[in-house]
């Protein structure tokens, strides 16, 4: 019924649809948040976030290349148990290496809670390898419906487990348990919406082609998750784990409105950029479109966050999270950038051009690691900013190759992305100016006048420009029409969205 529903209605409910169903991690990452910061110091919160850290790195690189092969192969029962095999190798792998790290190195981060907590997490990822590969089947296949039920269901459960862990005393082991329920009830999910299809035959030689395959997009994509994670071990080795627990506060605070809006989008692009390659065709023409719906998007969000940010914190986190709001404000700048990344690298590996990607990133993440070297020791401010000054400068370079491989002309580009931008930077500045005035002198109070005027007013600017922001949408609407595949009688638009 939903999925019906979804398909009626056309692009906009399917992107509101996967917005609502992220909604659910990223409210739960903040409950979580909060409730930490009340039970636990910033000490004991960043010896988490910087094990947290390492399990999300291996994490991510699950949901990158066998992901993306598993989605856009046209021969899923060709190659499906081999891209499981190479993901569960690379996730022992991974998980062993900071093991080792740590074991050599006991005193890396001030002692041993890191490697302590790391062990007990660590085997969750290999239960998310099994996740990753039935989630990616579930949305080649356009089951969608019930995929947004059971996640938002299982990000209530696993948090709730979180929490009334902390309320029973278990200190940052409360935290532990989370990444097992979520991988666990996940997995049985999917499962039960959809029974994974395996290879009629185990190929060692097919192995090793996904492997080979998988290898630029693993180094690649562990280039990038430097950016994000780059500074939590650097603040943690140089300054100490409570400067973490601060800076990956802010970091998942910005991160949460972030993904809430990018996410959607992004999984958006992965989708039909790779249905349309595994059709045989070519995702050029609606590059220019996704590309601008990303910044059309985030950008009110981010810059919402940024202007009120100093007005909410610090009466949500209490003394002991002092310059909080300092630091949300500058990472919220460089996640603008990165969201537009987030939908040009799923681009450029559907269309065969995922080995330029390593280069740049390369270059990227050592200017990012020379610079919070550099710049660490002047405080956790001064890291904020060396981090959102390099994510933005890797995501224009990301954004350029994209828009080069598509050939797309400069000027219809640059116009569809100003037309994107304007409704966010109107609410921006509104939120901003009102968040500076002293007409009302409660600071939450203050806030909520600030977002519901931004609001307001970026509703107003997107009913002045609805006609300039129509092509946005116009090519995701034509494409769900053009595309289908042969594992079901489905439009694209029913798979597109999380």
């Known amino acids: 019924m939903l999925a019906k529903l979804i398909a009626k209605l056309g692009p906009v409910a399917s992107l509101g649809a996967g917005m609502l169903s992220r909604a659910s991690s990223q409210i739960v990452a903040l409950l979580i948040t909060l409730i930490a910061a009340r039970y636990l110091t910033p000490g004991d919160f960043g010896v988490y976030a910087i094990a947290a850290a390492l399990v999300t790195i291996i994490r991510t690189l699950i949901y990158s290349a066998t992901f993306q092969y598993v989605m856009q192969t046209p021969d899923l029962k060709r190659y499906s148990s081999e891209c499981l095999a190479v993901s569960l190798v690379m996730t022992a792998i991974c998980s ?128 990038g998750l430097f950016s994000n994670y780059g500074a939590d071990f650097i603040i943690g080795a140089i300054l100490s784990p409570a400067a973490t627990g ?73 003394p002991a999270w002092a310059n909080l709001a300092a630091i949300v404000a500058v990472l919220s700048l460089g996640r603008v950038f990165a969201s537009m990344a987030g939908v040009a690298t799923p681009f450029l590996v559907a269309h065969g051009q995922h080995r330029i990607l390593l280069p740049v990133q390369l270059v990227s993440a050592a200017c990012l690691l020379i610079g919070l070297v550099v710049f660490s020791r002047q405080g956790v401010q001064a890291t904020a900013i060396v981090t959102a000054v390099s994510v933005s400068v890797g995501a224009l370079a990301y954004l350029g190759m994209a828009y080069r491989t598509a050939g797309s002309p400069p000027a219809a580009s640059a116009r569809l992305m100003l037309v994107a ?78």
Not at 300 to 314: E, F, K, R
Not at 454 to 470: E, F, K, M, N, Y
């Open 96 to 223: 062993a290496l900071p093991v080792l790290i740590l074991l050599v190195f006991p005193n890396l981060f001030g002692g041993g809670g890191v490697l302590w907590l790391f062990v007990w997490m660590a085997p969750s990822n290999l239960i998310a390898a099994f996740t990753a590969w039935s989630e990616a089947q579930v949305l080649r296949s356009g089951k969608i419906a019930r995929y947004y039920a059971v996640t938002s269901v299982t990000e209530f459960l696993s948090g709730g487990v979180a929490a009334i862990l902390f309320v029973a005393g278990f200190g940052v082991m409360s935290l532990v348990p989370m990444a097992y329920v979520r991988a666990i009830v996940l997995a049985g999910c999917y499962v039960w919406i959809l029974r994974p299809v395996l290879s009629s035959a185990f190929s060692a030689s097919r192995f090793v082609e996904v492997g080979r395959w998988s290898l630029p997009q693993y180094a690649s994509s562990l280039t």
């Open 246 to 318: 601060l800076y990956r506060a802010a970091s998942r605070i910005t991160g949460a409105v972030s993904d809430l809006c990018a996410q959607p989008v992004r999984l958006i692009a992965t989708t039909v950029f790779a249905r349309r390659r595994a059709a045989g065709g070519h995702a050029s023409d609606l590059w220019p479109a996704v590309a601008a719906l990303s910044l059309f998007i985030a950008l009110p969000a981010l810059g919402g966050l940024a202007a009120v940010a100093d007005l909410i914190l610090p009466r949500l986190f209490g």
């Open 421 to 498: 931008a304007i409704p966010g930077l109107v609410s921006t500045f509104a939120a901003g100016a009102l968040s500076r005035t002293t007409l009302v002198p409660d600071p939450i109070l203050l806030a909520i006048i600030a977002v519901a005027v931004a609001v307001g007013l970026w509703l107003v600017a997107v009913l002045v420009l609805r006609r300039g922001l129509t092509p946005i949408l116009h090519p995701l609407r034509a494409d769900a029409a053009s595309v289908s595949t042969p594992e079901a009688d489905v439009t694209v638009l029913e798979v597109k969205a999380r």
